[in-house]
């Protein structure tokens, strides 16, 4: 069982381009998160899928967008990166968005944007 | 606002020494409270999860406490290993939310 996995690892991106972060889970839970994570700063939350067909805004939304075509999948889009988007950015997965299930991460994609 | 506020922003300390790791938040009501082990270049993965009845849970080597009076934590490692330096990360749980408020994280590295 690979539990979540991310793809790319790692990316360099000339600001402007179009990039889309692959997220994958394998343990049918319905909630999903994406969140980026900066020096000296706690995570923070991106968007957020409750279900399957259904996306929310968290805590810095803007510049990225989502989509939740199934379970299993939540990509994570950049239309247009800019340099402030340089991130290691994390996906992670849980039985229900309720509080008290636990939140399992992926390992990463380090995001460069020059 | 919602904040959680860990301490040190990090610690060097010994192989075999204990160590405690500080959080204060101010996350009113809670659900829970966990902390996080992230080693470098990995994703963080849950240590212990309290509720806010409980005022410690124990996992190996690791043991976390709780004062919801005083809206601290500390996680205590005992007789640290090589294996044991990585960030700990304190998570709040708002009650009733779905959106965990993060600390910075310490950073902990155990020297031999």
């Known amino acids: 069982i690979a539990g979540i996995t991310q793809a790319p690892t790692s990316q360099i991106l000339a600001a402007g381009r179009r990039m889309t972060l692959r997220c994958t889970q394998d343990?049918?839970?319905?909630?999903m998160y994406w969140y980026r994570q900066d020096l000296g700063l706690g995570l923070r939350l991106i968007h957020y899928?409750?279900?399957?067909?259904?996306?929310g805004k968290g805590e810095v939304p803007d510049g990225y967008s989502v989509s939740r075509a199934n379970t299993d999948d939540f990509p994570l889009t950049l239309a247009s990166a800019v340099p402030s988007q340089t991130s290691v950015y994390f996906c992670?997965?849980?039985?229900?968005?309720?509080?008290?299930?636990?939140?399992?991460f992926g390992p990463g994609t380090r995001l460069t944007v020059l | 606002k919602n904040q959680v506020e860990q301490s040190p922003q990090s610690l060097i300390i010994l192989e075999g020494k204990n160590c405690t790791l500080q959080?204060?938040?101010?996350?009113?009501?809670?659900?829970?409270l966990r902390w996080y082990k992230q080693d470098t270049g990995r994703g963080p993965v849950s240590l212990t999860i309290?509720?806010?009845?409980?005022n410690t849970k124990s996992n190996g080597r690791y043991t976390a406490t709780l004062d919801a009076d005083t809206k601290q934590s500390s996680l205590h490692i005992t007789a640290s290993q090589l294996s044991d330096s990585a960030s700990y990360i304190c998570?709040?749980?708002?009650?009733?939310?779905?959106?965990?408020?993060f600390g910075a994280g310490t950073i902990l590295r155990v020297k031999s």
């Open positions: 992670a997965s849980s039985e229900e968005t309720s509080g008290g299930h636990e939140q399992f």
């Open positions: 343990m049918r839970h319905n909630a």
């Open positions: 899928s409750n279900t399957a067909g259904t996306t």
């Open positions: 959080c204060n938040y101010t996350v009113s009501p809670f659900s829970n």
């Open positions: 309290m509720t806010f009845s409980e």
């Open positions: 998570v709040v749980s708002p009650r009733g939310g779905n959106k965990l408020v």
